[in-house]
């Protein structure tokens, strides 16, 4: 079993920052790709930001020079640091693995979420 955890979320006015924080433990061999993605109210769930075991990153053109993803020198951690936040950044947010398992086999993995609101 592998369990994700997000915490970092919460309150910030518009231009404020926020730093997303993701731990991934139990039954991991590896961790191929961890992600970010969001979902607000009646909209579809979006990819926010991606990084891959080999450093390459990805990024939604809406964070695009304010989001930053990144690893954590702990093992089977990673980060969301964001920055000039907007009120249309205010949704509940969900840390993601592409884990291969000790047993072999492969799956992703989501955390519970983390809400992000961006008001005045």
């Known amino acids: 079993q592998v369990q994700l955890v997000e915490s970092g979320g919460g309150l910030v006015q518009p231009g404020g920052s926020l730093r997303l924080s993701c731990a991934a433990s139990?039954?991991?061999?590896?961790?191929?790709?961890m992600n970010w993605y969001r979902q607000a109210p009646g909209n579809e769930r979006e990819l926010v930001a991606a990084?891959?075991?080999?450093?390459?990153?990805n990024y939604a053109d809406s964070v695009k020079g304010r989001f930053t993803i990144s690893r954590g020198s702990a093992k089977n951690t990673w980060y969301l640091q964001m920055h000039n936040l907007k009120p249309e950044d205010t949704a509940v947010y969900y840390c993601?693995?592409?884990?291969?398992?000790?047993?072999?086999?492969?799956?992703?993995?989501w955390g519970q979420g983390t809400q992000v609101t961006v008001s005045s």
């Open positions: 139990g039954s991991i061999f590896s961790i191929n790709a």
């Open positions: 993601t693995a592409d884990v291969t398992t000790t047993g072999g086999y492969e799956y992703p993995y």
């Open positions: 990084i891959t075991s080999g450093g390459s990153t």
